[in-house]
């Protein structure tokens, strides 16, 4: 991970700590990220994997993708909102291309498959 994506994660997770007024101890209990990751992380000394940036994303009220600077929208979406978007783009869909995508959903992924 390149040291510009290191800091942003750093500020971009200071700043909502701030916001929430918690210290690295706290958002390390309320994510279940280890306080070692979470030290390391502000200091931008390492990078957590994909599993601990959804945690303390989760903790913090906002995105991975944000934290990491890849979008400028802060704000989760609820599971709600999320299923909505989905259906209102599914309607667009034909019925070929419902099918196809169906297929591509319930087909499993097989990656010791050789072709």
Same mark, same amino acid.
Do not use: H
């Given at each position: ?30 994510? @279940?990220? &280890?306080?070692?990751?979470?030290? !390391?992380?502000?200091? #931008? ?5 994909? =599993?601990? +940036? /959804? ?13 990491? @600077?890849? &979008?400028?929208?802060?704000?989760? !979406?609820?599971?709600? #909102? ?5 259906? =209102?783009? +599914? /309607? ?24």
């Amino acid at each position: 991970m390149d040291k510009n994506k290191k800091a942003i994660l750093a500020k971009r997770v200071k700043e909502r700590m701030k916001m929430f007024d918690l210290n690295a101890v706290q958002l390390s209990e309320k994510s @279940g990220v &280890s306080r070692s990751i979470i030290s !390391r992380l502000m200091t #931008e000394k390492a990078f957590p994997s994909a =599993g601990n +940036l /959804e945690k303390i994303a989760m903790a913090l009220d906002t995105t991975g993708s944000y934290l990491l @600077g890849d &979008s400028e929208n802060c704000e989760r !979406r609820s599971l709600d #909102e999320i299923k909505n978007s989905v259906r =209102g783009q +599914l /309607e667009d869909l034909t019925v070929e291309e419902k099918a196809e995508l169906a297929w591509f959903i319930l087909t499993p992924v097989n990656k010791n498959k050789k072709t």
